[in-house]
């Protein structure tokens, strides 16, 4: 286990939908891919006609949001999130949305549905807080139809290089730890591991990058990763002023702060029985 999937530190981040909308808000912000993350997830997806679809942590179910008007009126979806704070977010938003026909606390690890039910499953960026991810994946597998699909998104180990220098560079002193969540599950090593329950993995990568001329969605973002960094301890309230002039100064030296990302969806087919 590592900081990444403990479940502890990953429920206190996900307690509410408070920092997910902050990362979230940054990333709409500063992308500079206009296209966007959500309209790109939706575009993979493949559902057959009357598909049952559910998904795994599916957060404020942003994505549903965001393309609520292209959802296939003869599917039937169910969200799941082990957190109620962001499964209410999720259904909050999308009361309207005939197709999503249930919401349900669920932790991926304790899956209650019948083997082959499912046509499509999606764990989009969370697979990597979970502790036993083997049975996860073989979970998945066994609800799924064998003509079933599993889509699953996460991060490359190049997402938001940069970053970290910001933070160490403002206070060398701060000893400022970022904990990898892609070592755990991410775009370099996914593959590897869904492979032992899927015969058929394709990775498809989405092109981006932040270009950051305003510090505030930034500074959010940065304090957004309680857990997963040990920023709390370091971001006193005089200190986040101090950084945001450090990222005023260097946007109005440079014009901008320029940070790479790297982030991707696996879908998987095939499942082994
Ligand atoms: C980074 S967020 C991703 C949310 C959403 N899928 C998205 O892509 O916007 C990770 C989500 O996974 C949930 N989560 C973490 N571990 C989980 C587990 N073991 N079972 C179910 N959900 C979990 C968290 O509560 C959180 O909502």
Not at 39 to 62: A, H, L
Not at 154 to 178: E, I, P
Request: glycine residues 4%; charged residues 25%; neutral net charge.
């Amino acid at each position: 286990m590592s900081r990444a999937n403990d479940s502890n530190i990953v429920k206190v981040q996900y307690n509410s939908d408070k920092n997910l909308n902050a990362r979230q808000a940054f990333h709409n912000e500063c992308s500079i891919n206009k296209y966007g993350w959500t309209n790109w997830i939706f575009d993979q997806y493949n559902f057959k006609p009357n598909s049952k679809v559910i998904e795994f942590g599916c957060g404020n179910g942003s994505i549903w949001v965001k393309n609520k008007n292209r959802i296939p009126k003869d599917i039937n979806v169910i969200l799941t999130d082990f957190s109620e704070g962001m499964l209410n977010s999720a259904k909050n938003k999308l009361s309207d949305v005939k197709e999503i026909v249930n919401y349900s606390v669920m932790d991926i690890q304790n899956i209650e549905f019948e083997d082959n039910y499912f046509d499509v499953v999606i764990a989009n960026h969370m697979l990597y807080h979970v502790p036993n991810r083997e049975l996860a994946i073989s979970e998945i597998a066994r609800i799924l139809k064998s003509d079933g699909t599993f889509y699953a998104t996460t991060n490359g180990a190049n997402n938001m290089k940069g970053l970290k220098d910001l933070v160490t560079k403002f206070d060398a002193q701060s000893n400022y730890k970022m904990f990898s969540i892609t070592k755990e599950f991410g775009l370099e090593n996914g593959e590897e591991q869904l492979k032992k329950h899927f015969n058929s993995i394709e990775k498809v990568i989405y092109e981006d990058s932040l270009h950051i001329t305003n510090p505030k969605p930034l500074v959010d973002y940065i304090l957004s990763l309680e857990g997963h960094t040990n920023i709390n301890t370091i971001m006193t309230e005089k200190k986040v002023t101090d950084f945001y002039r450090y990222l005023e100064d260097i946007i109005s030296k440079d014009g901008s702060i320029d940070i790479p990302k790297s982030s991707g969806m696996f879908i998987a087919k095939n499942p082994k029985k």
